[in-house]
């Protein structure tokens, strides 16, 4: 398995940006599969966004769609993720999760993912 370290989050106002990254552990990150979830409280953790091993495909829940883009550079082991126009409704907890390849599943599927990171708080203020 591979070990992931979140940072980047914190509190901003609405309309603010803020870019997660996902740093990961081992020489293998290129094989690696690579999700953002988030989790507000009281609410089941959601999907947030999906992005296949060399970049080509990104997948977005309908929510984040035109605001939130996910990359990653596989030369620095790490994935991001550019989150703008922040909205109150955006504030959650937000993990990094990977699984290696081949991926079975739908990457909207939580339990698609065997790695998790320890998560970073988003706050966003009206």
């Known amino acids: 398995q591979v070990q992931l370290v979140e940072s980047g989050g914190g509190l901003v106002q609405a309309g603010d940006s803020l870019r997660l990254s996902c740093a990961a552990s081992g020489r293998t990150f290129s094989r690696y599969h690579m999700g953002w979830f988030r989790q507000a409280p009281g609410k089941k953790r959601e999907f947030v966004a999906a992005?296949?091993?060399?970049?080509?495909?990104?997948y977005y829940a309908d929510s984040v769609k035109g605001r939130f883009t996910i990359s990653r550079e596989n030369a620095k082991n790490t994935v991001y993720l550019q989150m703008n126009s922040l909205k109150p409704e955006d504030t959650a907890v937000y993990y990094c999760?990977?699984?290696?390849?081949?991926?079975?599943?739908?990457?909207?599927?939580?339990?698609?993912?065997?790695?998790w990171g320890q998560g970073t708080q988003v706050t966003v203020s009206s």
């Open positions: 999760a990977a699984e290696p390849h081949p991926f079975r599943g739908t990457y909207y599927n939580e339990g698609a993912f065997g790695s």
């Open positions: 992005i296949t091993l060399s970049g080509g495909g990104t």
